[in-house]
Antibody
């Protein structure tokens, strides 16, 4: 069974930094690209970032570029999303999702349950 | 980059069929055959129900079907059931290794 478990969410002040983690199991983690998607309370899904299976290529949503760092440790089946200079509008549930498909076109397929990040003063 | 355009809500009675549209541009929906659809029940994670516009993952009901023409894609749910009541999102590859979602559509089963 494919399983993704996110952690690292919580309450943060504006300007702070955080690191979210996502541990995958039930599949060959090192074969799959991984995505992060966020969802503000009561709002829709927004794609955030994705990383190649070997970690050599990362892309980010233009709206968040410069504040994000996505990395992975395939030995630990874990992907990490760092967000710096947090803003109130970063408040959202952050989901990690496995990529599936061909090469750079790996769409999100299985999703974790998400971790809630709340940014407030 | 603006979200793909979906209707905010659709509704139908049990047994009926509904269609949800997803409109993009030739830089995303129209440029690639890489539209996916996701179903999300309240407080749950999204679930993939269609990929590459028309393909169903294993285990997804055949009541879900999709199509794409030009810059628009659509999801049809036939034989509506109470359990289909959820939010539905389209998603497309948008070039330069990025992806874009639609704004979401709330499906109400009357």
């Amino acid at each position: 069974e494919v399983k993704l478990v996110e952690s690292g969410g919580g309450s943060f002040q504006p300007g702070a930094s955080l690191r979210l983690s996502c541990v995958g199991s039930g599949f060959s983690f090192s074969d799959h690209w991984m995505h992060w998607v966020r969802q503000a309370p009561g709002k829709g899904l927004v794609w955030v970032s994705r990383i190649r299976s070997d970690g050599s290529d990362v892309s980010y949503a233009e709206s968040m570029m410069g504040r994000l760092t996505l990395s992975r440790d395939n030995a630990k089946n874990t992907v990490y999303l760092q967000i710096k200079s947090l803003r109130v509008e970063d408040t959202a549930v952050y989901y990690c999702a496995r990529g599936d498909g061909s090469g750079i076109y790996q769409r999100p397929d299985y999703w974790g349950q998400g971790t809630l990040v709340t940014v407030s003063s | 980059q603006s979200a793909l355009t979906q209707p905010a809500s659709v509704s139908g009675s049990p047994g009926q069929s509904i269609t949800i549209s997803c409109t993009g541009t030739n830089s995303d929906v129209g440029g690639y055959n890489l539209v996916s659809w996701y179903q999300q029940h309240p407080d749950k994670a999204p679930k993939l129900i269609l990929y590459e516009a028309t393909k169903r993952p294993s285990g997804v009901s055949a009541r879900f079907s999709g199509s794409k023409s030009g810059n628009a894609a659509s999801l049809t749910v036939s034989g509506l059931q109470a359990e289909d009541e959820a939010d539905y999102y389209c998603c497309s590859y948008a070039g330069t290794s990025t992806w874009i979602f639609g704004g979401g559509t709330k499906l109400t089963v009357l």
